[in-house]
């Protein structure tokens, strides 16, 4: 599952900021936003819990969306649900491949894996071994160094 393919289904509001959130794939996880409703000052509407109810899946299912055009995309909360049910790893790795803009094959490249492994982790379906997670780390410090390289 890349950030272009996550896709919401359905939401259904919970107790307190939490939402079960069903995704296309058929996987359902809650996903807690109290933290992430507190902090960030454009989704102050969201503190009151009977607004925070009105939450649905956005026509497509690329976000949770609000009344008022209040969203949040449906890659991050697919981040924060494998985060917050015991899949830190699949979390990580999900950080590492956007952060350098890596496409599936691009990151299966890098770490000399198939993209169909690749893919496993980014869909939470396998556990991210943390000798991958050191590569990506290796891949990483590589980058740097090559760039830093180019500079001098």
């Not at 996987?27 to 807690?32: R, S």
Request: glycine share 8%; aromatic share 10%; hydrophobic share 40%.
């Amino acid at each position: 599952m890349s950030e272009d393919s996550v896709r919401i289904a359905s939401v259904e509001s919970l107790q307190g900021h939490t939402l079960r959130v069903r995704w296309t794939n058929g996987k359902a996880f809650p996903v807690d936003l109290t933290e992430t409703v507190n902090r960030l000052k454009g989704l102050r509407p969201l503190r009151d819990r009977r607004f925070f109810q009105r939450a649905f899946a956005s026509e497509g299912g690329h976000s949770v969306e609000w009344p008022g055009e209040l969203d949040i995309g449906a890659a991050r909360l697919w981040e924060l649900a494998l985060e917050q049910n015991g899949r830190a790893d699949a979390a990580a790795f999900i950080r590492w491949r956007w952060k350098h803009g890596l496409s599936l094959t691009r990151a299966a490249e890098a770490l000399g894996i198939s993209r169909r492994t690749v893919a496993y982790y980014v869909s939470g379906d396998e556990h991210v071994p943390s000798y991958i997670l050191l590569a990506c780390k290796g891949w990483e410090a590589e980058q740097r160094e090559g760039s830093e390289a180019s500079v001098a």
